[in-house]
Structure formats: C-alpha cells, structure tokens
C-alpha cells in the first residue's frame, strides 16, 4: 500500500484575510493598545475595532474582483470617519490606526505565508495598500465633514 501524499492547497489572499480577519483584528487591537498616541482616547475594544470588520470584508471582496477593480466606495469608511471625529481623534491619529492596519494586514499574511498562493501576492499587497488607503481616504471626508466650519461655533 502506498502512503497518502498530503499535498499542501495554496490559497489565496483573499481567503487567507477572509479566514483568520479574527486574528488580524486582535493584532490590530494590541498594537493600537499598546500605542500611547491613540490610548490618549479611552475607549473600549468595541468602540476602538468596530470598522474592522466592514473595512476587512471590504478588502476581501476587491481581492476577489481582480486587479482592474477600482477602490470600493464604503460608507462605513465614512461613518467611521465621523464617528473617529466624535470621539476627539484628530488626523494624524486615524492615519496612524490606519497604517497599524496595514502593518496587522502584512502580519496575517506572512504569519500564513506556508499556505499562500504566491503568484500574485505582490500585486495582491499593492492591492490591499490602495484599498486601505482609500478607505483612510473615506474615513477622512466623512472627519471633515463632522469639522465645526470655519466661523461657527460648536
């Protein structure tokens, strides 16, 4: 009898984020936790994670669409946008839990990186910087919007 070749499947990197968005979430969670800029802000890990999900599920689906697709409009980016400027961030601290996400992204993938089908995956992480940049992007007209105009007061 001849032993069974296991033969290790490739996936991809939609599938990769789509399957472990738990774990890249808890990363982002203890870095931004451990992140003095952003702790200035109490909040709970709720308040803090709560566009993940959207954002995560979002990406995955640009992935799926391929390379020729154009940034996904989120209003979720935007509400977090809102919501960020409610709360007493300023830019520079969305920027920053921006880029944690980035790097939490990054992480996820070279954490399965055994598991990934590598023959796009350069073209994949320019994918996943543009998605996450739009997003940011979002994120930041839906801050401005919140802005008291020049002139008014609160």
Same mark, same amino acid.
Request: aromatic fraction near 4%; include cysteine.
């Given at each position: 009898?001849?032993?069974?070749?296991?033969? /290790?499947?490739?996936?991809? =990197?939609?599938?990769?984020?789509?399957?472990?968005?738990?774990?890249?979430?808890?990363?982002?969670? /203890?870095?931004?936790?451990?992140? &003095?800029?952003?702790?200035?802000?109490?909040?709970? +890990?709720?308040? +803090?994670?709560?566009?993940?999900?959207?954002?995560?599920?979002?990406?995955?689906? +640009?992935?799926?669409?391929?390379?020729?697709?154009?940034?996904?409009?989120?209003?979720?980016?935007?509400?977090?946008?809102?919501?960020?400027?409610?709360?007493?961030?300023? =830019?520079?601290?969305?920027?920053?839990?921006?880029?944690?996400?980035?790097?939490?992204?990054?992480?996820?993938?070279?954490?399965?990186?055994?598991?990934?089908?590598?023959?796009?995956?350069?073209?994949?992480?320019?994918?996943?910087?543009?998605?996450?940049?739009?997003?940011?992007?979002?994120?930041?007209?839906?801050?401005? &919007?919140?802005?008291?105009?020049?002139?008014?007061?609160?």
């Amino acid at each position: 009898m001849e032993p069974i070749l296991h033969m /290790s499947t490739k996936q991809s =990197v939609a599938t990769i984020l789509e399957k472990n968005s738990n774990s890249t979430i808890n990363g982002w969670i /203890s870095s931004v936790e451990h992140n &003095e800029e952003l702790t200035v802000l109490f909040m709970n +890990r709720q308040q +803090r994670a709560r566009h993940l999900g959207p954002l995560l599920a979002a990406l995955v689906c +640009r992935l799926r669409l391929g390379h020729d697709a154009k940034a996904i409009v989120s209003n979720a980016a935007r509400e977090h946008g809102i919501r960020r400027c409610m709360q007493g961030y300023t =830019v520079p601290m969305i920027v920053e839990e921006s880029r944690i996400l980035e790097v939490s992204i990054f992480t996820t993938l070279q954490d399965n990186l055994a598991n990934l089908d590598g023959h796009k995956v350069l073209l994949d992480v320019a994918m996943i910087a543009d998605e996450v940049d739009s997003q940011l992007k979002q994120a930041m007209i839906g801050f401005t &919007e919140r802005l008291p105009k020049a002139g008014q007061s609160h």
